[in-house]
C-alpha cells in the first residue's frame, strides 16, 4: 500500500508549516537584531556627547522694558509689511536675538538652551543645551557650542548646523547635526499664527554682529530642502521600504502555499 500524499489532500504539510514558521520566526529575529543595534549605537552616542549636569546657557534680562518695546515695535513693522506683500527688511543683533528669547512666548522652548555668542559674516554660533536621553538610562544634557548657516528654504529660515562642540570635546556624530535643523524649527514653519509671515522670507545675510532678513514678493522662493538633510530622511524611508518588503513578501508566501492548498483539495475532490 502505498503512503498517502498529505498534500494531495489539502492538509498542511510538516514542512510547509515548517517554512512558514522558519520565515516569520526570520522576520522576528532580523527586527529584533536591528532594534537592538540601533538601541545601543544610538545610546552610545548620546551618551559619548552628553553629561548628567548641565550648563545653562545665559538668559537676557527682559527687565529694560525700552529694549522690549523697540524689538516689539521693530518686529511689527516687518510683520505689518510682509502680511501687506510689501518689500521689507529686518536686522537682529546679538543682544536682540537674545532678547527674543526671553522676551516672546513662542521662543521660549529656546530658553535655557541656546544663547547666541556670536554672528559673523558666515555663521551665527551659539551656546547650548539640550536634553536628550540615552535609552532607559534616564536625561543627560548635551552642553556645547553650535554653530549654524541660516538659509532660507520653502520660504522660512532654516538652519544648517555645520558644527556641534561638545565642552566634553567628543565628537558628535554627522547624522545628529542634520537631523538638528528640523528639531529646531519644524514646528515654526507650521504654526498657522506665524505663516503670514515665517513662510514668506526670501533671504537672509550675515554680518559681522548682525543677522538681515529680507522678504521680497518679487523674489522666487527657494522650494528645496538642502540634500544633505534631505538624506537622513530618505533613508529612514529606505528602512521602512524594506520592512515593507519584508512584510509583503511573508504574506505573498502564504497566501500562496493556502491557494496551493485549495488547488491541491480540489483536484483530490
Known amino acids: 500500500m502505498s503512503t498517502p500524499n498529505t498534500e494531495a489532500t489539502g492538509k498542511p504539510t510538516p514542512i510547509a508549516g515548517c517554512i512558514i514558521f522558519l520565515v516569520i520566526l526570520g522576520m522576528v529575529v532580523f527586527l529584533a537584531c536591528i532594534g537592538w543595534y540601533s538601541y545601543h549605537e544610538n545610546k552610545d552616542a548620546i551618551i559619548s556627547i552628553s553629561e548628567l549636569e548641565k550648563d545653562v546657557p545665559a538668559l537676557a534680562s527682559t527687565e529694560d522694558t525700552s ?7 521693530k518686529v511689527d513693522i516687518f510683520s505689518d509689511a510682509v502680511k501687506s506683500g510689501k518689500r521689507a527688511e529686518i536686522t537682529f543683533t ?27 559674516d558666515k555663521s551665527i554660533i551659539s551656546d547650548i543645551c539640550f536634553t536628550v536621553r540615552a535609552g532607559f538610562d534616564g536625561l543627560r544634557y548635551v552642553n556645547a557650542t553650535m554653530t549654524v548657516e541660516p538659509m532660507i528654504a520653502m520660504g522660512s529660515v532654516f538652519p544648517i548646523v555645520s558644527e556641534i562642540t561638545p565642552d566634553n570635546g567628543n565628537p558628535v ?3 545628529y547635526t542634520k537631523e538638528l535643523p528640523t528639531f529646531l524649527f519644524s514646528e515654526y514653519r507650521k504654526d498657522k499664527a506665524l505663516a503670514d509671515v515665517y513662510n514668506k522670507l526670501s533671504k537672509v545675510t550675515l554680518s559681522d ?32 521600504g524594506l520592512l515593507v518588503f519584508m512584510l509583503v513578501t511573508t504574506v505573498a508566501f502564504l497566501l500562496w502555499v493556502r491557494k496551493r492548498k485549495q488547488k491541491a483539495a480540489e483536484g483530490v475532490a
Open 173 to 175: 556624530p554627522e547624522k
Open 209 to 240: 554682529g548682525k543677522i538681515t532678513i529680507l522678504s521680497d514678493p518679487k523674489m522666487p522662493i527657494e522650494g528645496a530642502i538642502p540634500e544633505n538633510v534631505d538624506s537622513e530622511r530618505d533613508r529612514a524611508f529606505a528602512l521602512f
Open 67 to 73: 529694549a522690549t518695546d523697540a524689538l516689539d515695535a
Open 94 to 120: 546679538v543682544d536682540e536675538m537674545n532678547l527674543a528669547i526671553a522676551h516672546y512666548p513662542k521662543l521660549k522652548g529656546f530658553r535655557e538652551t541656546l544663547s547666541v555668542s556670536q554672528i559673523t
